[in-house]
């Protein structure tokens, strides 16, 4: 009796010889692994498969291709997980009967993805809560108290977009955040930048991202523009430099280090303003400002001078390392003779009036990083002002980076020793100017002298007045 012996690798020549000698005959021994079984499944048998996944898995399957995502997006199953978050308020043990009245010709009349939102919006935490804690204002700076517990709770990251002249874009999210009174200070200290010289439009966006168990780079969310700025090189403005960065400043608090040979963006700096930053935050869309409703004043025919007093002001100088001053001033006023040069002048402290002289606390730098170093530019800080009218409504709000400059005009002074210093700012809305004295036998900076000039267009504007 003859035995029979198998040789898989002999087998394997033969029908390779075989395929190779008759291409066009397919051998007994193939395996057609082209063919993809679930897309023949019918798509009941699919959603029954899908439905014992959890959101995370869900949401990422939907990445596979267009079948895949259409089935993904399968209302009943996305209610599912709605029904039961909102049950884990109300009753964990009524996770699989909340239906809020709604029949299952109710959930599945909704556009497609609807409850796949309304989850994310539940598991993201984002309600309209957030809108009643706003209307609590802070005494002292006189805007809403919990600004930066509600971007917190809410965990709202912004992400920075730069764009150079052949359309590139690079997208960073913060890598550092700094909270002070009235501004936050957000830094990202690293990314995929071009050249300063080649960067052409900036974007802000405030992010909120749910939070799902998938990878960050799948993992959806919510972006609301808050800046976008076209850029060239006459939108820089030296601000300050040590021997290893250049500090520039574009519009609407914007401040990028340079390296001082290169030319590459070392790290980028944006200084946010309290005012309205949540709903900026979160209210826009990913290419749409969010547009608030605008406010004007009152109008008053009685008063002769209405528009020109009442005013108040917080300012704050700050770095990234902590407050180095911050005051309240009220009452402020100006005299029609007083406004000069398209500007309303309010003089906040005078230098004659030694009272009202405020001590800075420590020194004025400003503490940056990047991924590899880490420095600090002295005489540079930032500058966070806001400035309200009669009805303590914000008027002018200003966050932004500014840089001591020494006196042109030499005094003689018996009150005081050392040198005098000035801080200044200006946009199209107005001028701070800030006098600064050295007391050497305090070594401490004193504000001696703090004037904002308002605008006069702006102030008729808002008060509806012809000054």
Known sequence: MSSTHFHPQRLKRTTTQKSMKYPGCRSRFSVRTSENYIERMPPEVILKILSYLDAGSLFCIGFVNKRFQELANNNAMWYRFYAGQQAKKKNPRLIDEVTDGLSVAGIQERPEGYWRKQF????AGYNANW???????????GLPSQTAQILRSLRVRWAVTLTDGRGRESTSEQTHVHFTDAAVTVSWSAGDWPFIDQLTVLK???VVRVPLQCPDEYKPGWKSLLTEVKLNKDAWKLCSSDRLVQLLHAEQGITVGVWQEQREIAFIMVNLHYHQLVERSLLGSSTVLYQPAKHTAAFDDVDPEYGLHGYAAHIELHSTAGSITSGRFSQLFCRKDQISDGHLQLRVISKSNRSQHAPLCGSISLPWRT???????EGCCMLTLTVFDEAQVPFWCVSAPVAMTTSEQAEVSYDCTGESFFVRYEDAEGKVEIELHWMEDHKQYFMVSLIISLCISKVNKHFGRDY
């Open 371 to 377: 991924d590899a170093l880490q420095g600090q530019i």
């Open 131 to 141: 809108k009643k804690k706003l209307k609590a204002v802070h005494l002292y700076t």
């Open 204 to 206: 802000l966006h405030g």
């Open 120 to 123: 994310f919006k539940k598991l």
